[in-house]
């Protein structure tokens, strides 16, 4: 039942509109789909869910103007996870990899899979603020 919760929840709460961060997000979920070992797509697929969190950061004013992109998934993360110091790992392949600069570490698809999860707890963090000021909202209305 809570899967259904959720899953009503995100329908209640993410942007209807053409959102670049909704777009990107199912773009890294297609390409997931396509990967394999005559095709691999793992370099993609990393960066769609990367400019998913980006987009989205943006979007929900979480990412400022003036602030690396790093500082603000740092400031963030550090609220929604015990341990977040490895995050910025991440977000620097990213960066390297949209340069097209030689990274330390091969992409992999566990690196895809955390890349998605970091985007995973970011919309679902936003989505529960949204549904706790609804819900605060209708306690005052009553």
């Known amino acids: 039942m809570s899967e259904l919760n959720h899953a009503v929840m995100c329908y209640r709460f993410l942007p209807k509109d053409n959102v670049d961060f909704l777009n990107a997000y199912v773009t890294g979920i297609s390409?997931?789909?396509?990967?394999d070992i005559h095709t691999p797509f793992e370099k993609e697929i990393f960066l769609q869910?990367?400019?998913?969190?980006l987009y989205a950061m943006?979007?929900?004013?979480?990412?400022?103007?003036?602030?690396?992109?790093?500082?603000?998934?740092?400031?963030?993360?550090?609220?929604?996870?015990k341990d977040s110091s490895g995050i910025k790992e991440y977000i620097q392949m990213a960066e390297?990899?949209?340069?097209?600069?030689?990274?330390?570490?091969?992409?992999?698809?566990?690196?895809?899979?955390?890349?998605?999860?970091?985007f995973?707890?970011?919309?679902?963090?936003?989505?529960?603020?949204m549904a706790e000021k609804e819900l605060e909202k209708n306690k005052n209305v009553n």
């Open 58 to 81: 943006k979007f929900y004013k979480d990412y400022k103007d003036g602030e690396s992109f790093e500082e603000a998934v740092d400031r963030v993360f550090k609220l929604l996870m």
């Open 96 to 118: 390297d990899l949209k340069k097209d600069k030689k990274l330390d570490k091969k992409i992999t698809l566990s690196e895809c899979g955390i890349m998605k999860i970091l």
């Open 31 to 35: 390409f997931m789909g396509k990967n």
């Open 120 to 129: 995973d707890v970011y919309v679902q963090h936003r989505i529960n603020l």
């Open 49 to 53: 869910f990367f400019h998913a969190l």
